[in-house]
């Protein structure tokens, strides 16, 4: 998939708060795709931290992730480039 492909950590912004909800991914080459798809952040209130990819709306549950610990945005990418 293009989009995981073209991701960089570098440009990328985010935050975890406030509990509980999905916050936008910023710089992460949702333009590219014209909006179809784009990277949501939450921390949960049981102290992990879940990432989803969102196409056309829907979560793409394949590109799930659940953390631990919050992790870095590298991490992030590097684990989203790992299930393509």
Known sequence: MDY???????GM?????PEGQWNRIHGDCKSSTNGV?????????????????ISRGSPL?????EYYEEP???TIVADLKARI
């Open 37 to 53: 798809f784009h990277l949501e952040t939450m921390a949960t209130s049981n102290g992990t931290f879940k990432v989803k990819l």
């Open 61 to 65: 549950s394949e590109f799930n992730l």
């Open 72 to 74: 870095s945005f590298s």
């Open 13 to 17: 912004t985010g935050n975890w708060v």
């Open 4 to 10: 995981i492909k073209n991701l960089d950590a570098s």
